[in-house]
């Protein structure tokens, strides 16, 4: 009776390869052996297909297969399969951005598996060659999974010691589609982390064994991924062939539309910064509706919200603003959504791991504890006891000292993150400044140089004068050598004082307050920033009012970190009325406004412009760290959020006052 059954579900599990090929009548046919079946490890290898089949196309089905893999494995006892189930489970859960899930099922999982470590009879010959290769291919599965959780939880690190554990697994038992998805997956590592040579040898090693292998329908995703590292070549044209290769590909071998979505966001964005106002809107509309679809891009923050986003820029590019507005209010929306849902994912995750974190402690606390007792036995018992309980100790030693310096790895790098998105930030408004300075720093040299070679002219003729003995011409044409003299040293200390405050702005503040005038830096920092923007956009033109009150006098402050905050007041003033400028409104005046007021013991600056204004639904989230109106690519979300913090570290407070269409003012408050 069992022999029957084995060869009728050999023989099921040679037909199900063909069943998966014929697209249209597929699911019908595997719903149709899922009926028919009288053992359930046929229904459990159809539930696998069928997962399989909408994994990125159909979350919610592929979910619903899943379950139903689980109850079947559990009921049998089918540990190994079980966590095969597991693993799929928390990759789905890491796909809708439930962290904390996705950690709790890959845990379990990679529980199962440890203790597993062989199952003759596993229900997974429709995946392994032989049941010695079933174990190492599950664990590296789960190995996999556990890379691809690090990428949302942005644990680099992980991430690759993880893929590479998969890789080396897979190669010990010669499975070609664990080989392809962890050099696909180190290759989006090394491109996240712009390391651009390591991800196109892993994406091209990738691409070479899905060709070679004949599973090309992980090509859509390989090429994707091959034209953004193109695009980071500045290769466009390379580029470009990738992203189309990989839809041909993706309907040529049936790929899910999460793997064509990936191609179409990386078009769309391109057509974007390109301008192209055709290609744009084209792609940008087929992006929404393949996102649309799947929900997300596996593993990356393209979602709906990037959708909606991309086709407001497409539609505004169009000049369609009716259309454009109406998008960018969606976009709004669902990005919210999104970042809520993903922000309190994110802190579940940490809570589970921290959780998981104390388990492991707790464990080891009751280990020592037990081990103490043996000890104390085996003192009784011998030197064969001891023996056994020091090789106890070793491993545990060994097992904790692992795993506190993967906790100790995970702190520094989120620290390590931190401190780079700060000085990102800093550096960022550092080079807005770049291009003012040079425009400001060229007036004074010319002065410089003009009265140089002019005073080289009057000790020439001053010397003329003096051999034919016109004393008083000499001493009247040294005179106007000495007036020049005087203007030398003035522009000479103009520019010192550009670069000194240049200097100041990019060094990181030592914490010590001096006497500053305000209205000097509020005005420095004004002009610096408008030639900064003229620098980089010819177009752009602003009319720019200032209003100082001369009784403020010096206050004491830290110069280069107010410094910060008024530049990335004025530079995000310039950037609201040119966005708004670009809407060729009939009368419209780019304006910028900068003063400073002293009232009782504080004093007021003020940066106010006439651009939109700020949605009132986003103005509680302006002072949010890593939030932004920005379209992606422009804004950190960090310089409010710095600014904020800045001010009130001086003992002061920022407002804001605005009116949707009509314009916004900041008013940074700060003791006199």
């Not at 994110?346 to 080891?364: G, S």
Request: aromatic share 10%; glycine share 6%; proline share 2%.
């Amino acid at each position: 009776m069992n022999r029957f059954r084995l060869v009728n579900i050999g023989v099921i599990m040679f037909c199900l390869p063909f069943i998966a090929g014929a697209q249209g009548k597929m699911q019908d046919s595997l719903i149709q052996i899922i009926r028919q079946a009288t053992h359930d490890s046929v229904r459990n290898s159809a539930y696998w297909q069928l997962h399989n089949y909408y994994e990125e196309s159909n979350r919610d089905s592929a979910q619903y297969f899943i379950k139903e893999g689980l109850k079947l494995t559990g009921r049998h006892g089918k540990r190994l399969a079980e966590a095969r189930w597991l693993v799929a489970l928390a990759y789905q859960q890491l796909t809708r951005g439930r962290y904390a899930e996705s950690l709790g099922s890959l845990l379990n999982g990679f529980s199962i598996i440890e203790k597993q470590r062989y199952e003759k009879n596993n229900w997974l010959s429709d995946w392994s060659g032989s049941p010695e290769h079933a174990q190492p291919l599950v664990l590296a599965y789960a190995h996999h999974t556990y890379a691809n959780l690090m990428t949302p939880t942005l644990n680099w690190e992980q991430q690759v010691i993880h893929y590479r554990e998969s890789l080396k697994l897979a190669k010990q038992v010669g499975d070609h589609q664990r080989i392809i998805l962890s050099n696909l997956g180190l290759g989006r590592t090394y491109l996240d982390n712009k390391l651009i040579d390591s991800a196109l040898l892993f994406e091209k090693e990738a691409a070479r064994i899905a060709e070679a292998s004949g599973l090309q329908r992980y090509l859509p995703a390989i090429e994707s991924y091959l034209g953004a590292i193109y695009f980071e070549k500045n290769e466009p044209d390379l580029a470009l062939q990738h992203l189309h290769y990989g839809i041909r590909t993706a309907f040529e071998f049936g790929s899910p539309t999460g793997r064509l979505a990936q191609n179409y966001y990386r078009l769309t964005k391109h057509y974007i910064k390109e301008r192209n106002r055709d290609s744009a809107l084209y792609y940008a509309l087929i992006f929404r509706k393949a996102i649309e679809k799947v929900g997300a891009v596996s593993l990356s923050t393209v979602d709906k919200g990037t959708a909606y986003e991309y086709l407001y820029q497409a539609y505004q590019l169009n000049g369609q603003l009716d259309s454009a507005s109406h998008y960018q209010g969606i976009a709004l929306i669902v990005k919210d959504s999104i970042f809520n849902a993903s922000k309190k994912s994110l802190a579940d995750f940490q809570n589970l791991n921290l959780a998981e974190q104390l388990r492991l402690r707790n464990l080891e606390k009751e280990q020592e504890l037990y081990q103490s007792r043996v000890r104390s036995y085996g003192l009784l018992a011998g030197l064969i006891f001891f023996s056994l309980i020091v090789i106890i100790l070793y491993r545990n030693n060994r097992h904790k000292q692992k795993a506190n310096m993967t906790l100790e790895n995970t702190l520094s790098d989120l620290k390590s993150t931190q401190a780079q998105l700060i000085q990102s930030e800093k550096m960022a408004s550092l080079g807005e400044l770049t291009a003012g300075i040079a425009h400001e720093i060229q007036n004074p040299l010319n002065f410089v140089n003009n009265f140089s070679e002019v005073n080289k002219e009057l000790l020439v003729e001053m010397k003329d004068e003096m051999d034919k003995g016109n004393i008083a011409d000499a001493k009247e044409i040294a005179n106007d050598v000495i007036a020049n003299e005087e203007k030398i040293n003035h522009h000479g200390k103009r520019a010192g004082d550009i670069v000194k405050g240049m200097l100041q702005h990019s060094r990181s503040s030592n914490g010590v307050k001096e006497p500053t005038d305000i209205n000097a830096l509020a005005d420095e920092y004004l002009r610096l920033a408008y030639h900064g923007l003229r620098a980089k956009d010819k177009s752009f033109n602003a009319t720019m009012k200032t209003d100082f009150d001369d009784t403020i006098g010096n206050i004491n402050i830290i110069p280069q970190d107010i410094g910060r905050v008024i530049l990335n007041l004025i530079t995000n003033a310039f950037y609201v009325v040119n966005e708004k400028s670009k809407q060729n409104i009939a009368g419209y005046e780019p304006t910028i406004e900068v003063s400073t007021k002293k009232e009782g013991t504080k004093v007021l600056v003020s940066v106010k412009d006439n651009g939109n204004g700020i949605l009132q639904k986003v103005l509680d989230k302006i002072f949010q760290p890593f939030f932004t109106t920005k379209p992606t690519g422009q804004g950190t979300g960090l310089g409010l959020s710095l600014s904020y913090d800045i001010v009130k570290a001086h003992g002061g407070e920022i407002k804001v006052n605005t009116k949707e269409n009509e314009g916004t003012e900041f008013t940074i408050s700060l003791p006199s």
